[in-house]
């Protein structure tokens, strides 16, 4: 009972529902061993006494570690938090902006208050105000209730000697800027407290109207420019065509992440070095202003490396090659080497400059990373002792002055590529498009990569990010993730959270959050043992949305976020209430609290990017030919005979095509694969969903996924450029001359909108969707 009291205290879960029906309990030994990645020691009975003693000594004050104000009509919200403080308490709240506000309450009222209930009350240390998502099922007894759930805001009121929150707030508190504060309280009795302020609008920005877009991975789009694998170059001309020509409102593109360097480097784009920074393999060497002043000297080789670049893209688009990032980077490194002595100009310069000065440490502790990584291997545990644990540490500082000419070198390549990404969201922008370039948030780091070197105190060490065993997978998934600290980030008042998506989100119209739900709960799975030995640890949500929703706004950009798979009964409530977009797949929307079949357009919700398909699901032609269970065959991956694989395939296209047809959807015939693919997009168009994304491959009849789940040397994943019907890649220029990509846009332009939304639609119960 005390491991899993002093469990639930900290957010860690000791059983879990991997289905509906159905509890599991969590091993002790998960449970311990996760509570010592928090820095809890519960390794013996005596050792979880005295972390509950600890904790219960903690709790006794007067603020939460973090306390978050919501913006409304009239300005921002007294938070519920704030319930319960004496009356006569003085509030003082220094903004990130510099002035301090200081304001108090009325004194207590002597005859509502005796000695005992004008005590500070008591409040948990790593909640904000009471969740709107229920805890994991199990995680907790009634009896083992942590204090937040026992006496905080949820009650029925402040108790007698106390006030209200809007009392002790008063007027003052609705003059509060947005952004990350400092709060304050002193009692009357001289008790002191403080904790982080996130005052938050009550919604992320809204993009205008309805739209649709593209939803491509940038390294498979080729052009007749690019050096073997599509750039930054191809991404505005995709825009400004797209835009211009096809009334494109946005274009969402893979993770831009800086990668691992490697031999080989790994090609998967949610797997990166460092979500902070881009990686400069994706510029276009010769959109950089410096590479038309090359001097003559060097002219030649620059020359000779075009030439090697034609002949990759040609390996690519002719001879069946795959994408070889290793070798793309090779070459473009070299020709940036060539092209960084050319002097900046002043403006440049200044930019320059004022780019160091924004990212700071930030980008002096990356570019240290990439310079040692050069040195001592890109793996950050197999360092010398001295430069692993600290990037402040005197032998850091000095291998950092050692290498300084390296350090500038990858903070200008950082520079360089946040200039093209601006350059392209500029391009998406004045084509017209209403969002622009939509970037993808991977779901964390690698364990070795530079955020897990430089931000060690943020993650949990030993521990790794998954998913539990459910209908899909039975033995779970481990993702080799390390997962964020919930009490490190509260800790740091959530800046390295903020900071992620602040640089992020300058150069989007919107972000795609990958596995939403960690906003929630993430399952941690310990080192060394298997997925199914993991465990859910809670994250403060209200937290993380406040920040999401400040950053967010601050950038004008709107958020989606992909909530496909097992997701907890209020999850997908509590992102709706913030303005977060959904996604919805055409072929996982079904009825699945009733008749099982395809759920009605008009049932669909409104605030989702509604799409046929991912990048790690099959293409719209391969799920109507059945090639994606051939594939699967082909490679050794089915887990049942191939007749009933076959099957069962067949059946679930007919009853979509079969509904379609009864929909008046497809005119073509159940027998013609392109207008089968424009049918599926027409109901997309039927649907309220604000946002429609058209995966590029399927308006050439690409059958090949992009990445193929569960398999690594058997499939080339993320290595594939846009091919058509027939596995021939199709390059950027031929997409714009493409009948068939402009027959399946036609469907979207004389489509009109849709009638007002319906009610919130009836989703599918956990684990009926794969994770």
Same mark, same amino acid.
């Given at each position: ?21 159905? +509890? ?39 603020? !939460? ?11 921002? &919200? ?10 006569? +308490? ?6 990130? &902006? ?18 005992? &209930? ?54 003052? %508190? ?27 609008? #009550? ?155 924004? &990212? /700071?440490?930030? *980008? ?88 897990? %070197? ?13 998913? !539990? ?39 989007? /119209? ?23 030995? #993991? ?99 082909? *490679? ?74 569960? +398999? ?7 290595? *594939? ?51």
């Amino acid at each position: 009972m005390g491991l899993a009291r002093l469990a639930a205290l900290h957010g860690v879960a000791t059983s879990y529902q991997p289905s509906a029906h159905r +509890t599991l309990q969590v091993p002790d030994d998960t449970v311990i061993a996760v509570l010592a990645a928090l820095g809890i020691d519960a390794r013996t009975p005596e050792a979880v006494r005295t972390a509950l003693e600890a904790h219960e000594a903690a709790a006794r004050r007067l603020l !939460p570690t973090t306390v978050v104000s919501w913006t409304g009509e009239d300005g921002p &919200q007294p938070p519920p938090a704030l319930a319960g403080l004496p009356a006569g +308490t003085v509030l003082r709240v220094g903004t990130e &902006q510099g002035p301090a506000v200081e304001w108090g309450s009325p004194p207590p009222d002597p005859s509502q208050a005796s000695p005992s &209930q004008a005590s500070p009350s008591q409040a948990s240390p790593s909640q904000t105000s009471p969740s709107q998502v229920p805890p994991p099922p199990g995680s907790r007894s009634p009896s083992e209730a942590p204090p937040h759930e026992e006496e905080g805001a949820a009650g029925p009121g402040p108790a007698p000697g106390s006030v209200a929150p809007s009392s002790v707030a008063g007027e003052g %508190w609705r003059q509060l800027p947005l952004g990350v504060h400092r709060l304050s309280a002193r009692t009357p009795d001289g008790t002191e407290d403080a904790a982080t302020l996130v005052v938050a609008p #009550g919604r992320v920005p809204q993009q205008p109207g309805r739209t649709y877009g593209l939803l491509v991975q940038l390294y498979s789009l080729l052009s007749r420019r690019s050096w073997g694998m599509g750039d930054l170059g191809d991404l505005a001309e995709l825009a400004a065509w797209s835009g211009r020509s096809l009334g494109v409102g946005f274009v969402q593109i893979n993770p831009l992440h800086a990668a691992v360097p490697g031999a080989p480097t790994d090609p998967s784009p949610y797997r990166p070095s460092s979500r902070r920074f881009p990686d400069p393999v994706h510029l276009r060497v010769e959109d950089v202003p410096e590479y038309a002043h090359v001097p003559a000297g060097d002219r030649a080789r620059l020359d000779g490396l075009l030439e090697r670049a034609a002949a990759l893209r040609d390996g690519v688009l002719n001879k069946g090659g795959l994408i070889d990032r290793d070798a793309v980077w090779e070459l473009k490194k070299e020709a940036l080497e060539l092209v960084r002595p050319v002097p900046l100009g002043p403006g440049r310069r200044a930019a320059y400059c004022d780019f160091l000065a924004e &990212q /700071g440490t930030a *980008l002096e502790d990356h570019a240290t990373w990439c310079a040692l990584a050069e040195v001592h291997g890109s793996d950050w545990h197999a360092w010398p002792a001295e430069l692993r644990d600290d990037p402040r540490s005197a032998a850091v500082e000095r291998a950092r002055d050692e290498l300084c000419d390296r350090v500038d070198l990858y903070c200008w390549l950082a520079w360089l590529t946040d200039c093209q990404l601006a350059a392209a969201q500029h391009a998406a922008r004045e084509a017209g498009m209403p969002v622009g370039i939509v970037h993808d948030l991977a779901v964390g780091v690698h364990p070795g990569g530079a955020d897990a %070197w430089a931000q060690q105190d943020a993650y949990a060490r030993g521990m790794s990010v998954g998913a !539990p065993p459910d209908a899909f997978n039975a033995l779970g998934q481990d993702w080799g993730l390390p997962p964020w600290r919930p009490d490190a980030l509260a800790a740091a008042a959530y800046a390295p959270f903020r900071g992620l998506l602040r640089g992020l989100l300058r150069n989007a /119209g919107a972000l795609r959050i990958d596995h939403v739900m960690g906003l929630f709960r993430l399952w941690w799975v310990p080192e060394g043992r298997p997925p199914t030995d #993991g465990t859910y640890v809670r994250y403060d949500a209200d937290a993380m949305l406040a920040v999401l929703a400040l950053e967010a706004h601050l950038a004008g950009a709107s958020v989606i976020g992909e909530d496909l798979g097992t997701v907890e009964p209020g999850v997908r409530d509590a992102l709706a209430e913030r303005g977060v977009s959904g996604t919805s797949v055409l072929w996982f929307e079904r009825d699945w609290t009733g008749t099982d079949e395809p759920l009605p357009p008009e049932a669909w919700r409104e605030h989702c990017l509604a799409t046929a398909t991912t990048h790690d699901l099959p293409s719209t032609a391969a799920r109507l030919t059945g090639e994606h269970v051939a594939l699967r065959h082909r *490679l050794g991956l089915l887990t049942r005979p191939l007749a009933d694989e076959r099957a069962e395939a067949s059946v679930e296209v007919a009853d979509w095509l079969s509904y379609l047809v009864r929909l008046g959807l497809l005119p073509e015939g159940t027998g013609d694969e392109e207008g089968g693919i424009r049918a599926v997009y027409r109901f997309l168009l039927r649907t309220p969903a604000r946002m429609v994304g058209i995966w590029l491959p399927d308006a050439v009849g690409d059958r090949r996924p992009q990445n193929l789940p569960g +398999t690594w040397d058997q499939y080339p994943n993320w290595r *594939l450029p846009v091919a058509d019907a027939e596995g021939r890649p199709v390059t950027l220029e031929e997409l714009a001359a493409s009948p068939r990509l402009h027959d399946l846009i036609d469907v979207f332009r004389t489509r009109a909108a849709p009638s007002a939304p319906p009610a919130e639609p009836p989703m599918a119960p956990p684990g009926a969707r794969p994770a």
